[in-house]
């Protein structure tokens, strides 16, 4: 039995929230009929889920042309995912520090099905290949965060994720065969990193590490992403792999003091 046949399921409340996840770049807006079919409701329903979720403020109606969008308001759910992360609230520090160490864009990325979800960043100061803002969703199968925390998984339940991605050639670099990212995947359990050059856009030579609980389950992967332009594999290697692997045992091992905490603190509205 699935989980959606349980009678705990809410089926109410998963149509109200899959009509918030129907908004996206491609649905910045929508009238009533546009929610109906795009999450596949009747018209009145979407006028009532529409209607309800506007009277709490995570909708916004256009007066004019009677079309709904997002609302600020539909940040605060990320917004307090984050406030109340403990491995985001552990790693900050650290991952500030490595990113003014190196001048490059430090990121912290958690598994979310078939994707990777940055919960932390830290761009470079220097330059900035493409804008990546906390919340974005990339493909486990061609990242370096990816494949570091698939690193840490068996075998079988690799396999599993690896063929149930639909793993598009993004870019003429893209791996997208299963018996070279096993392989890929593989190597960086061996080495303890991680890589992708070019593989999601170009321009971009992505090295990562994962990060384990007390259990020794990969639960986050330490990424870090430079330019091609200035960066040979050869040389991240010999640089960026031993700091990546420094710092993810700090992380793993020494709480940052709460000096070094306040001003995420305060940041986040937690000043204490």
């Known amino acids: 039995m699935s989980r959606e046949d349980s009678?705990?399921?809410?089926?109410?409340?998963?149509?109200?929230?899959?009509?918030?996840?129907?908004?996206?770049?491609?649905?910045?807006?929508?009238?009533?009929?546009e929610i109906a079919q795009t999450v596949g409701i009747s018209r009145s329903a979407a006028q009532r889920f529409a209607y309800t979720l506007e009277a709490l403020g995570l909708l916004k109606k256009d007066a004019q042309s009677k079309r709904f969008s997002l609302s600020p308001k539909a940040l605060n759910v990320g917004y307090r995912y984050l406030q109340s992360n403990l491995l985001l609230e552990r790693a900050n520090p650290y991952l500030l520090d490595l990113n003014r160490v190196t001048g490059e864009t430090v990121n912290l990325a958690e598994p979310d099905g078939l994707n990777m979800v940055y919960i932390g960043r830290f761009p470079s100061p220097q330059r900035s290949i493409v804008h990546m803002p906390v919340g974005r969703q990339l493909p486990i199968y061609c990242t370096s965060a990816g494949r570091?925390?698939?690193?840490?998984?068996?075998?079988?339940?690799?396999?599993?994720?690896l063929e149930a991605s639909e793993r598009p050639r993004l870019t003429p670099n893209t791996v997208t065969d299963i018996e070279?990212?096993?392989?890929?995947?593989?190597?960086?359990?061996?080495?303890?990193?991680?890589?992708?050059?070019?593989?999601?856009?170009?321009?971009?030579?992505?090295?990562?590490?994962?990060?384990?609980?007390?259990?020794?389950?990969?639960?986050?992967?330490?990424?870090?992403?430079?330019?091609?332009?200035?960066?040979?594999?050869?040389?991240?290697?010999?640089?960026?792999?031993?700091?990546?692997?420094?710092?993810?045992?700090?992380?793993s091992t020494k709480r940052p003091n709460q000096k070094l905490m306040e001003p995420f603190h305060i940041g986040y509205g937690m000043a204490r």
Not at 13 to 31: I, K, P, Q, R, W
Not at 214 to 220: E, F
Not at 232 to 242: C, G, T, Y
């Open 7 to 33: 009678s705990l399921f809410v089926q109410s409340l998963a149509t109200g929230l899959a009509v918030l996840d129907a908004f996206d770049a491609e649905h910045a807006s929508m009238n009533l009929p």
């Open 148 to 161: 570091a925390y698939l690193s840490g998984l068996e075998d079988e339940r690799v396999l599993e994720i």
């Open 180 to 251: 070279a990212l096993l392989a890929m995947i593989a190597a960086a359990r061996e080495s303890g990193f991680a890589y992708s050059i070019e593989e999601f856009y170009l321009g971009d030579l992505a090295l990562a590490v994962p990060l384990f609980d007390v259990r020794g389950r990969p639960v986050a992967a330490l990424n870090i992403s430079v330019s091609t332009a200035f960066w040979s594999m050869e040389k991240a290697l010999a640089e960026l792999v031993p700091q990546l692997l420094h710092t993810a045992n700090l992380i």
